[in-house]
């Protein structure tokens, strides 16, 4: 790698040309360049702006419900019977995810552009509905894009979404998931940039994406962060997050990237398990490459083509992830493991058992990384788990996982 | 002077335009390509444009994103995109070729052993939609030192500061997408072609290329007269698969692309004249 790229401190990444390291930049065909040329424009100038600032934070506290607490697991803990675990409720912000801290801010984008409809690619359909909460709430026309296996194994997400007055857009190429899902609203806003706007879910995609969703969502470990300092009287020892494009993890580390006493786990999904190759954790099992915009981790083949991933949670089912994640792997500020299907189910039914939270599946994987975590670590030692969601939505594929039919 | 280069000098000795058909590599299986390259060339094509199928082709419309997937089921790669230009040029030394495709496979062969084996089977140049002029510092150093032309795509939505950048990168020709949309769609408007292709010729002297929703002899001949060539893809690989899907065998779906690529060629010829 190459060191001296990879040497620059955390606030100055990424660069003028979006790059964090090796990764990230901006890989779009010719007609995005000049949207994004904009967008960019736009951000830069707005994220200075104490208006749309405070135009933002208000949206965060009265709509979303923000501040999200910080909850000292206390039950769970005790009979894990090792650190102190302190869940991030992020499942308890206006339409249950962490997702909607983006939406909230690129519609506020969209509006100050002027644009009349949004568009959004969708796996779990957290971000798709979080798109369609926003969109209602500013009359704009709203539609998403999901794969046509996620629209199945996600119905209830789905009819939410048509609730909200979106259009669901079922993607029938490729393996019918969220990579597809991307390629297809790429598709619709490449046809019809001039009056649509991208609201891409996660810290992925062309520059400047990476980093303006990152920016929105590091409300959580801002709060996190003072959260902890109050409640405990100091930083956290540890703290888990979820990774799929990553999202909802750079929001919890970007906060504490300076404070070194801190470690980092960021948890992909490991599916049936790494050495099956049926997983979808290119940090863990990756190479470099380029898609979606941006050069990152990928699960690719030996010729450079984009592999089907695997994982039980819609969200985490992604083979590429968002550039800053593979920066921080490569200057190993953050360590990166996998959680399988079978640990992370497991972790779902312990924490709505024991703490009575019934948690989203992606979040379960970070769930059931923490709880190896903390058997290993002192009583005097606190983690912090990002839980990004809840986990209602995946009440039919639980059921039918357990043998149970609805 | 690069093939492209001088291919399209003698066009325009010739009072001719450029007629560049596009297929995809392994489409529909990696028998029947160069085979079919030849045909085309026999039919009308100056220049051929292979498509490196890929897992993810955003820029596609629905036709030429199943052919990247009819390809990718019979294991087609950019290995053995190479070696079709390596087996066309045993019996063409002379129609330029380019390959069109996606950053990611070039990227994981690397750029210096693409370059080194790119040249070896005697391609002329590469088009990578997602690699602007932004990220295209490495791969321009390893194709200029192989002496390959770097095709680069120019938007409606370039403004011309942009082109200005674009054209400082490029060689062989400017492609000059002609429709806000992916690949086989149709809304061609060729008074905006015509501004656009104006306004590149204005900051280089390269020949512009047109292409995107070009899909018969009319359409061709509206745009070779305002170009100094015409891509088409699609229609062609639509005319092919229709045949496949009717029954017909590789070879005699394979005709049924030329006859249509003959018919354009008359189209370009007669806008030309």
Redesign the interface.
Known sequence: MNSEANQKPFAAVPDEHGRFGIYGGRFVAETLMSALDELEALYVRLRDDAEFQREFDEDLAHYVGRPSPLYHATRWSDQIGGARIYLKREDLNHTGAHKVNNTIGQALLAKHMGKKRVIAETGAGQHGVATATVAARLGLECQVFMGEEDVHRQALNVYRMKLLGAEVIPVKSGSRTLKDAMNEAMRDWVTNVDDTFYIIGTVAGPHPYPMLVRDFQCVIGREARAQCLEQTGRLPDALVACVGGGSNAIGLFHPFLDDTSVAMYGVEAGGHGLASGQHAAPLSAGTPGVLHGNRTYLMQDVNGQIMDTHSVSAGLDYPGVGPEHSWLKDIGRVNYVAANDDEALKAFHALTRIEGIMPALESSHALAYAQKLAADMSPEQNIVVNLSGRGDKDIHTVAQIDGIEL | MSRIAGRFEELARAGRKALIPYIVAGDPDLASTVPLMHALVENGADIIELGVP?????????VI?QAH?RA?AGGT???DALEVVRTFREKDTTTPVLLMG????????GYAAFADAAAAVGLDALLT????P??VEQVNAELHRVGMDNI????????EA?IAR?VAQASGFIYY?SL???TG?GHLDTVDVAEHVARIRAASALPVAVGFGIRDADSAASVASVADGVVVGSALIRAMADALDGGADHAAAGAVACALLADIRAGVDRAAS
């Open positions: 890929f897992s993810d082709p955003m820029s596609e419309g629905p994103q997937e990718l790669s950019l290995r996606y950053a990611n496979p070039v990227e994981h062969m939609v997602d690699i602007p932004e990220e680069f795509l120019v938007a409606p939505t370039t403004p942009r674009i997408v806000k949309g992916v769609a």
